[in-house]
């Protein structure tokens, strides 16, 4: 089985005052954005504690961004929970709804046969 040869991207990009090389099949846009949030996120490290090595506050940014990627990701799975919990309920109150239907055009013909 032959392996695919897939066309990857390449980007020259500045992290964190570093230059460095970015391959994969990402767009530029995309490279960009991370590489603007990675290096807010060094810049904001590096005014708080300007003493701290290129490699603390590379390892702190790791850090923060790895506590944004978790706390994004329960806040999405909670939402999925509440989302099939919201469906459950609609599906029970569609039920009923249609339930009531029934029995009111039951009603009504029950009152046309009376009139």
Known sequence: MAVEDKHKDKYNVKL???????????????????????????????????????????????????????????????????IKTLEKEFKKLADKHNKLKKDYKELESLLEEVD
């Open 16 to 82: 964190l005052g570093e230059d460095m090389v970015i391959v994969g099949q990402l767009s530029e846009k995309y490279v960009k954005k991370l590489v603007h949030h990675i290096n807010i996120i060094g810049q904001d490290i590096s005014r708080a504690y300007p003493r701290l090595s290129r490699q603390r506050i590379l390892n702190l940014a790791i850090m923060n961004v790895a506590d944004e990627y978790y706390k994004l990701k329960d806040k999405y799975e909670e939402k999925s929970e509440d």
